[in-house]
């Protein structure tokens, strides 16, 4: 009864951000959190860097993310320290691929994209397991099961890019087609259920000047069928159907990514099928590749308080925190946007 209570916690708390979050985030003043003040002009005014919503929510879809990760491995005992050591080597290879892959496809030096850096994540973890356990797991005498990582990991990325979507609705990228460019039938459904973005300093108003405009919700959409879908992977593995929690995540989130790229109006690279799409594809076919060498019997049914247990560590709470900011500042610094700021004494208050 303790995963079902579990999951209702986690469905009800999501579906209640989302239902903020879809009204709310495609308004011009979500966009930007704050700016800091970082050269002073020659007219006393300050040059300043924005940092936008768009870190903030990638920060907590992260943080979330890798507390999933860790309550799922926790609840097979796997200790903290492997789960960690996994997680560093997947961080440092998946966050420079978000901007280099950006660079090579869309040829943008200023961009992420979670499309790449997810494909590389998932062509990486598996060997990133097998050196884990060569290295540090002989060091420290542990051994991390490869499928129950796998899965644990494919479950908390469903999860963490579901809650990162809202990132792309602050700042008003990933954005879908106009309702005018379809029929009067996807009209009627979307009639009620769209965005309208509004600023000027919205990717989709510089990028194709659609803010005003009815536009097809893919954001939101991709928001919820990946909540649901690691929702139902947490479910399956916590019952210790492993595998099928990995196939699911794994082919749910790879092929909607591939179609849901046809309501997409932003520049995702040359030609009809993008190469973000073939990716997706691939790695549906190497999820299968992996389910099949990493075949192994399960560890063992997880236990939940072991899981959430685990997270009851004040160093691990002190690295999560400072995951969190070094996110934010990663990718919420927008390098697409600057501001002006006038500092002056308010008299009246002296």
């Given amino acids: 009864m303790l995963d079902e209570i579990f999951i209702a916690i986690l469905f009800f708390a999501l579906m209640l951000i989302f239902r903020w979050a879809f009204q709310t985030l495609p308004d011009e003043r979500w966009q930007i959190i704050g700016c800091l003040p970082y050269m002073k002009l020659t007219d006393g005014s300050w040059q300043g860097w924005n940092l936008t919503w768009y870190g903030f929510f990638n920060a907590v879809a992260v943080v979330f993310a890798v507390c999933m990760f860790l309550i799922m491995t926790g609840s097979l005992s796997i200790p903290l320290i492997a789960g960690l050591s996994l997680l560093t080597l997947l961080l440092a290879i998946c966050l420079p691929a978000a901007k280099i892959l950006a660079f090579l496809i869309e040829k943008k030096s200023n961009t992420f994209t979670v499309g790449g850096a997810s494909f590389i994540g998932i062509i990486a973890a598996p060997w990133i397991i097998s050196f884990t356990n060569a290295t540090a797991g002989k060091w420290l005498s542990f051994n991390i099961p490869p499928i129950n990582a796998l899965t644990a990991m494919s479950i908390a990325y469903t999860l963490g890019e579901g809650i990162g979507r809202l990132a792309c609705i602050s700042f008003g990228c990933c954005y879908g087609k106009p309702l005018a460019d379809y029929s009067p039938l996807i009209n009627k459904i979307f009639q009620r259920h769209n965005f309208i973005f509004s600023g000027k300093t919205k990717k989709i108003a510089y990028a194709h000047e ?62 009809k099928i993008s190469v973000y799409q073939i990716m997706a594809l691939i790695a549906c076919l190497y999820g299968f590749l992996i389910v099949y060498i990493f075949n192994e019997t399960s560890a063992g049914t997880p236990d939940l308080v072991l899981g959430v247990a685990a997270l009851w560590n004040p160093a691990l709470l002190i690295f999560l925190l400072a995951l969190w900011v070094a996110i934010f500042f990663y990718s919420g610094k927008s390098m697409v946007t600057t501001s002006l700021i006038e500092i002056h004494v308010l008299r009246e208050k002296i």
Avoid: H, N
């Fill in 210 to 271: 659609l803010d005003g405009q009815q536009v097809i919700p893919v954001q939101a959409i991709t928001a919820v069928i990946y909540s649901l879908t690691g929702l139902a992977g947490c479910y399956l593995f916590l019952k210790g159907f492993t595998t099928a929690a990995f196939v699911l995540t794994l082919i749910v989130t790879q092929l909607w990514r591939a179609l849901s790229e046809f309501m997409r109006a932003d520049y995702r690279g040359e030609g």
